[in-house]
């Protein structure tokens, strides 16, 4: 197949796409993706990518990494604030649609792999209306749900426009795979996608660390970690409080892991409650680096917002959690919930309940050796479920149901 794949974000940028394009075109097919120019997660456009007329004068406007061509778009980077966060949005949505007819006319199939926010499928659809060819929208964040996060109460008619905006487009798709069985019930009483139009896909992880040896020196610290994004749909002030619950002591330590819109509240937070030496903030680290990040801790932390449908999901950070042999933690409600527990490698509360999770890590810190079987539990549950050859075959499978 030519597979036209429509992301805004993708290399250098760390997500999963990176892995699935070029796993396709192992598999024989001829792959393209349009995507903008760098900026996440720090919003500033990453050294080399500055502009388009930098990329053209490095030829990486139109690159080719690991059998893929990669097509890029001017956009506006992230920077901070909600106003700028919109208006990347939007100039993704915009210019990458510009390009739609630059493009070759004869892709077989376009996938959109939809992360935040739901307009970076429009140029996907584009291309579908221009070219009458199949879309295939890969579903990894529920709209309008997500948008709750950056509308106040008083903004309602800006949600109600986004949300006749998302269910147009929901409609567009003409096979839509969601990463959590919640988001299939969310979409059709939401959005009105017809059931038989959507299927669960879980979300893979890379397999690198699954036969490294990351287990943490007893250091007479239990270490926890939350790794990825620290922004507010991930409720991360549940682990401060639960900080705040076991106290300032010698006998643990929280590590964070990344960067986003949350890390300086909650740096403020931990400093306000007297927590600098227990909390750490360690910021974005490079992929390849992660592992001595994951040979520090002792046992991983994972929390979501549960007050609406997104916070039902299972978010992408928990298999990659699995391949590394550690216990796992969690304040999260739905999916993520339900395959810790199916796993058996670790506790979860409810979401938000800092109080409960406070009690978990009490737990672990004074009998640590009650966890030791919860590694090799989510490794094994990893590699049953969630490897990258899992995910193509499904992936691929659907695709060439579409032609």
């Known amino acids: 197949m030519k597979i036209l794949i429509v992301s805004q974000l993708y290399y250098p940028e760390q ?26 997660p ?16 490095k030829d990486i406007e139109r690159e080719a990494k690991d059998g893929v061509r990669i097509v890029r778009c001017k ?34 199939v376009v996938l959109s792999y939809q992360l935040s926010p739901i307009t970076m499928v429009l140029p996907a659809i584009a291309y579908k209306r221009r070219h009458h060819k199949p879309l295939l929208l890969y579903c990894l964040d529920l709209w309008p749900e997500s948008a709750l996060a950056h509308i106040k109460k008083s903004w309602q008619p800006i949600y109600k426009a986004i949300a006749w905006l998302s269910r147009a487009i929901y409609a ?10 919640p988001f ?7 959005n009105g996608v017809p059931l038989d139009r959507m ?67 909650l740096e403020r937070m931990a400093e306000e409650l007297g927590l600098q030496d227990n909390i750490i903030f360690h910021g974005s680290q490079r992929r390849e680096d992660m592992p001595r990040y994951y040979r520090m801790a002792d046992a991983l932390l994972i929390t979501l917002r549960g007050n609406n449908a997104v916070g039902n999901t299972m978010p992408g950070k928990l298999q990659m959690y699995m391949t590394t042999g550690k216990p796992i933690f969690g304040a999260i409600n739905g999916a993520a919930n339900e395959v810790i527990a199916e796993a058996r490698c670790g506790e979860c ?7 409960g999770l406070a009690s978990i890590m009490e737990k672990y810190i004074s009998a640590p ?31 060439k149901k579409l032609l």
């Open 369 to 399: 050796r009650d966890y030791e079987a919860c590694g090799e539990r989510a490794k094994r549950y990893f590699l049953s479920h969630f490897t990258l050859q899992h995910y193509v075959d499904g992936l691929e499978k659907d695709l």
């Open 172 to 181: 567009k798709a003409d096979r839509i795979l969601v990463t959590s069985r």
């Open 15 to 40: 997500f999963q796409i990176n892995d699935i394009a070029p796993e396709l075109h192992r598999r024989g097919h001829n792959v393209t993706v349009l995507t903008g120019l760098p900026n996440y």
């Open 199 to 265: 299927d669960y896909l879980p979300q893979h992880a890379d397999t690198t660390m699954i036969d490294m040896d990351l287990k943490a020196e007893d250091n007479g610290v239990a270490d926890f970690m939350f790794a990825g994004n620290l922004g507010a749909g991930q409720n991360l002030k549940t682990i401060i409080e639960a900080a705040a619950v076991l106290g300032a002591r010698a006998d643990y330590k929280i590590h964070f892991v990344g960067d986003g819109s949350q890390r300086a509240e």
């Open 75 to 108: 956009l506006r980077p992230r920077k901070r604030g909600k106003k700028n966060l919109m208006l990347n949005y939007l100039s993704f949505a915009y210019q990458a649609t510009r390009m739609v007819p630059t493009l070759d006319d004869d892709f077989d």
């Open 42 to 57: 720090k919003g500033e456009l990453f050294e080399g990518y500055k502009t388009l007329e930098e990329c053209r004068a």
């Open 349 to 355: 509360v409810a979401a938000g309940d800092s109080c």
């Open 184 to 190: 299939i019930d969310y979409l059709h009483e939401k």
